[in-house]
């Protein structure tokens, strides 16, 4: 997640209600002849947005609608991208149907909340499209059976910048979105991805997964382990979240994977590990070398180091293993925080990648 900017943040738009709008604006023009510019749409909480078109064209059987995607403050990927619904009548009875069009992904591996062979046009946006679908084909005495297309170009690409490929989503984004707004920096999506991962790797009847902070964690995991790429969650700062969601939804095994700072913030019992909102916890980590019998000079700079890394190295040098100890005290949390639903492993790697200290599966 890059740094959030200093002061008030301007909210966004999800993709949803982008596609949303796109959607009223082609299908009235289906109906009128005219497309409504500036285009205006509720959202599940009652907010009404208005929306310039970016795109307004009307074929014989099917009227195109643009919107560009405005995520507000958010570093969103698709931030600028246009989304647009292509609308035709549908077969008498259809009701609404929606296909997925160039960058927009199409659903591959069971656990998402869309079918196997689905468009990647998530349940809330898709709820929404079709109350505008409704409202309209109310007004004008229309059937409502109608087949939307959403088309988002450049979408593959985006999609590499995101879990879709990880999740069996292939062929561009996911249409997303509950409330229709982007909240800037929120960690809900974050968390949401967490979860979809591991329902996916629950219903393709995985037992393994290995949930890592961040890049040089994911490369030494891939090291230990040969999983495959669903198998492994993005997990950032978020362990607490995982892991309690994996209360609910247990897996057999689950490793957690991190560098040396972001393990010692678990092992003192923090689920958070962003470091605005956690930080290490020198007493605890100078207390384990006094336990690994360090010596007094070396327990009081461990107290006064400026960084967790700082004692690891100091640690490591002395043949001291302080990265296993801290694994095997967050592994206890970790447990803990899952209440013992499934098998934690926990594996700490050095800044070059390299594994620093472990605390296995099994009693430690």
């Known amino acids: 997640m890059s740094r959030k900017p200093a002061g008030p943040l301007r909210q966004g738009w999800t993709t949803g209600t982008c596609a949303t709008a796109a959607t009223k604006a082609a299908y009235a023009a289906l109906l009128t002849g005219a497309f409504p510019d500036p285009v205006a749409i509720v959202l599940p909480k009652g907010e009404q947005p208005c929306f310039p078109l970016a795109r307004a064209e009307l074929r014989p059987e099917v009227a195109i609608a643009g919107v560009v995607k405005d995520a507000g403050d958010d570093p969103d990927v698709t931030h600028g991208a246009l989304v647009m619904a292509e609308v035709r009548p549908g077969a008498p009875g259809s009701g609404v149907v929606f296909r997925a069009g160039d960058g927009v992904g199409t659903v591959t591996k069971a656990g998402l909340p869309l079918a196997v062979g689905e468009p990647a046009i998530n349940p809330g946006p898709r709820q929404m499209m079709a109350k505008v679908v409704r409202a309209l084909a109310t007004a004008h005495g229309a059937s409502g059976d109608v087949e939307i297309t959403i088309v988002v170009p450049g979408g593959l690409e985006m999609a590499r910048q995101t879990w879709n490929p990880r999740l069996g989503i292939v062929g561009g984004i996911s249409i997303l979105g509950t409330t229709g707004i ?11 991805s967490i979860h979809r991962g591991i329902d996916v790797a629950r219903a393709n009847g995985l037992e393994h997964v290995a949930a890592c902070t961040g890049s040089t964690s994911e490369a030494g995991i891939r090291r230990l382990y040969d999983l495959p790429d669903f198998a492994i969650i993005d997990m950032g700062d978020f362990a607490g979240g995982m892991l309690k969601y994996l209360r609910r939804h247990p897996l057999k095994r689950v490793t957690i994977a991190g560098g040396f700072a ?30 690994l019998h360090a010596s007094a000079a070396q327990v009081a700079a ?32 970790a447990l803990a925080l899952a209440e013992n639903r499934v098998e934690v492993e926990v594996a700490v790697f050095d800044r070059e990648g390299a594994l620093a200290g472990r605390a296995p599966f099994g009693i430690a």
């Open 182 to 192: 982007v909240h800037p920096y929120s960690c809900s999506a974050w968390i949401a």
């Open 262 to 291: 972001k393990i010692a913030k678990l092992a003192a019992g923090h689920g958070d590990l962003h470091s605005g909102r956690s930080q290490v916890d020198n007493e605890l980590l100078a207390e384990t070398m006094a336990n």
């Open 302 to 333: 461990a107290r006064r180091a400026n960084t967790a890394n700082e004692v690891l190295a100091a640690a490591r040098a002395a043949g001291l293993p302080l990265a296993d100890r801290i694994a095997e005290q967050a592994k206890g949390v």
